[in-house]
Structure formats: C-alpha cells, structure tokens
C-alpha cells in the first residue's frame, strides 16, 4: 500500500457565530504556515441568503471551510501529502471557532481502497479493506465482477 496523502475533516457542531470570510482566510494562512505548505490561491463564495464557502489551493493539495449558519455547523477539511501532518490544523481551529461539539476524521489517502457491503444498512455499515483488484469486468451477460483482496479475509468474489 503506498500512501498518497493524509486527510482530515472537521465537523464543528453548534455554533452560534457566523464568522467573516476573512475570518476563514486568516485561519487558512496560519494552518499553512504550521503545516509548512503553501498557499497557491483562494476562492471564496457568500451564499445567500447565508453561508460561506472558501477552497484554498495549496502546492501540496487543498483546504476547504463550508459554512452552514442556518444549522450551526461549520465543515473544514485539508488533505495534503506534505510531510507534516493535515491534524496540525485541529489545535488552531479549535482555538479560534466557538463551538459545543466537534467531529474528527482522520485518514490516509492511497492506493487501498475500502468497499461498502451490500448488506449494509443505515445505522450499520460493513466495509473492507481493499488491498488490490485482482479481476475486474462484464460478464458476457452483464453483471459486473469484482475479485478483491480484502485486507482481513484474502480473495473474494463480489
């Protein structure tokens, strides 16, 4: 498995400010000068009639804020495949954003990928890890076929 990145997301959960866009831009400079990445460009847009949206394109991948006022929610995440790690940004987004709880995702970006079980259900969700895709076609009646190498249980047959 050869990893291409690490991604974080962050869910802030009530909160009760709606902060500026520059607000948002000066937070993304300074996660960028933690990280160590550099910041290509950044687009910004004002919905209306609330809401807030700022991707920045950084030479090492992207930053994102999307703000949701009317639910109190306001959604970060920064993927990156720069040395250090994107979770460097949580200490200053926690610090700098009034909030009642928040949602921590963490993951690394690569070439596994992990497969959803069709037996899955809301509420309930089964998922493997794919090492590799050892087949992968159309049957000569249509039905597509997947042989897996699944991280915890060898080759299957989906």
Known sequence: MKKVGEHVTIDFLGVKQEYSPSFYTKIIYKIAKK??????????????????????????SHMSFHTFPEKGIVSFDFFTCAKISPTSAIDILKKEIKYERSV????????QGIYEDIYSTPGHKKYYVVDDVLENFISKVGQHIEVLKLNEFGNALF
């Open 35 to 60: 990280a160590k990445v550099e910041v290509l460009n950044i687009a910004e847009h004002q919905f209306k009639p609330q809401g807030f949206t700022c991707v920045a394109l950084l030479a090492e």
């Open 104 to 111: 921590v995702r963490n993951f690394d970006r690569s070439n």
